[in-house]
């Protein structure tokens, strides 16, 4: 099956829980935590399945993540002049 018609069944399916959660609601009221829970999962679901149907629709490229080169030169150390060696505590410092 292609992706258009995998979507179409997914979206038939969730139109069908939609239909069998109002017959729910009907019986059981639309107040209770549980049925609000459900309702709200199943409109998530709904918003998730319209992205991945739009972007479906527009495949774009996969983006690469931009690379950063990192020199090998040594740090210069006064950078860590005022930091403590982590875990050991200060350097003019003695443990307790």
Known sequence: ????????SVQR??????RSLG???????TGGLEMRRVRADANHL?????????AAASPAAPKRPELVTI????YDS??????DDEGLG?????AP
């Open 1 to 8: 099956m292609s992706v258009h018609d995998e979507l179409t």
């Open 13 to 18: 399916s969730l139109d069908e829980v939609f």
């Open 23 to 29: 017959r729910l609601e009907k019986q059981l009221g």
């Open 46 to 54: 709904r918003e998730s399945v319209a992205l991945l149907r739009d």
């Open 71 to 74: 020199s090998d030169t040594p």
């Open 78 to 83: 006064a950078l860590w002049s005022d930091s």
């Open 90 to 94: 200060a350097r003019d410092r003695h």
